[in-house]
């Protein structure tokens, strides 16, 4: 039996972080079927949107640390780390860079590289008990999976040296304060509410929002003429598919549009 669950709903796919016994925390070959499992729905151009999330009462807690014992006590956590970042890298440059949108729902705890999962999606839904922790620094370890891209431009550097240097644990209520979460409900909610944003999300022009996503992360790494040269690529090629023409044809029309598949 995988530690990734997925499950497709017509346009929407799910994808279930399952090994709750461990609080999804997730070991070389688990972080690997989940990456597996990312780039198969990204490649999919029948699947609209995403759902990532973690059985039982949490997200994910990040790579787990029972097996990093294993491999200290046989002198291989070099090894381990190595296998695990990359794998774990990899995972989130899917989430990251899929050209449809990614929601991902926290039951319960986002910790470690569970953390940067959660942040590389584009919407995060989070229950009233679910908490966000760097957790790096209680092992002494680096942050990985591009912790330290997405917390300061989340938040500046003075909020995230507070968050990865006191190893804060962020209650959901907080991380809505922050926008590291854009909802928070009541734990029996979470599941139905997600399924709802992804359902709207695929309704959507799901080229226009893979296109944004990819300006949304390159906004930090060149200047503003750089970007609005991205920009305008991206506002070409979107004006040559059917979503923004039926996109204006509604609003003229001043009806809600039903954009077709891409």
């Not at 949490?58 to 787990?64: M, Q, V």
Request: charged share 25%; glycine share 10%; proline share 6%.
């Amino acid at each position: 039996m995988g530690s990734i669950r997925s499950d497709r709903d017509g346009d929407r796919v799910t994808l279930t972080i399952d090994r709750p016994e461990r609080r999804n925390a997730l070991d070389v070959p688990s972080m690997r079927e989940l990456k597996e499992a990312l780039q198969a729905v990204s490649v999919d151009e029948s699947v609209r949107a995403v759902l990532l999330t973690g059985a039982g009462n949490a997200f994910c807690a990040g790579g787990d640390v029972a097996v990093m014992e294993e491999y200290r006590a046989r002198g291989e956590l070099v090894g381990l780390f190595h296998a695990l970042t990359g794998e774990m890298e990899a995972a989130i440059r899917e989430i990251a860079g899929m050209p449809k949108p990614v929601v991902a729902a926290l039951p319960g705890v986002a910790a470690g590289g569970g953390l940067s999962l959660a942040l590389a999606a584009d919407w995060r839904i989070a229950s009233e008990t679910a908490t966000l922790v760097p957790a790096f620094g209680s092992l002494g370890a680096v942050p990985d999976g591009g912790l330290t891209y997405f917390l300061p431009h989340f938040l500046g550097i003075g909020v995230a040296q507070e968050l990865l240097f006191t190893n804060a644990r962020v209650s959901a209520t907080r991380a809505r304060e922050l926008a590291l979460v854009h909802e928070v409900v009541p734990p029996s909610e979470l599941g139905t509410r997600a399924l709802a944003r992804v359902t709207e999300l695929a309704r959507g022009p799901t080229f226009a929002y893979g296109r944004a996503k990819r300006l949304l992360v390159s906004a930090f790494g060149g200047n503003l003429e750089t970007q609005m040269a991205l920009e305008r690529r991206a506002a070409v090629e979107a004006a040559a598919r059917p979503e923004l023409t039926e996109g204006i044809r509604a609003f003229v029309e001043k009806r809600p549009p039903a954009f077709p598949p891409p």
